[in-house]
């Protein structure tokens, strides 16, 4: 699959070295479907190491499609139950139950407890 770098539009932050990169003076590349923000710096040109740059969020994304595939049946059981007339305030509680379920069977499937996914959670937000 080819990348394509160009520019950088926005001011972000260098997957590589961290730095706020201004508008226009950075790489910009399109890497599996994420746009990845680097340096052009002479100690910072490397911008496909960006793309791994917060494992914490990558987790955190694999954790949140887990969830999100696991739900697609749920959903559509629970919204032809509420379309036959079931009372709505029992589905969001089982909507809500199932979520739950959902999460507390990606982090298992992770070897992760509830407390290290609110650590993950942290550091992404951190870095």
Known sequence: METKTITNKY?????????????GEGQCSRI?????????TSDCTEVGNA???NPALDTLEEI???VTERMV???ARLREALANGA??????EEAMAM????LEVALTNRGLSYADYIALCKRAVAA
């Open 11 to 23: 001011k972000g932050t260098c997957g590589n070295c961290n730095r706020t990169v201004a508008a």
């Open 32 to 40: 599996d479907g994420r746009w990845v923000v680097a340096c052009t």
């Open 51 to 53: 793309y791994h740059a």
């Open 64 to 66: 949140g499609d887990e």
């Open 73 to 75: 049946p749920v959903k």
């Open 87 to 92: 009372d709505e305030g029992n589905i969001a």
């Open 99 to 102: 979520e739950e379920y959902a």
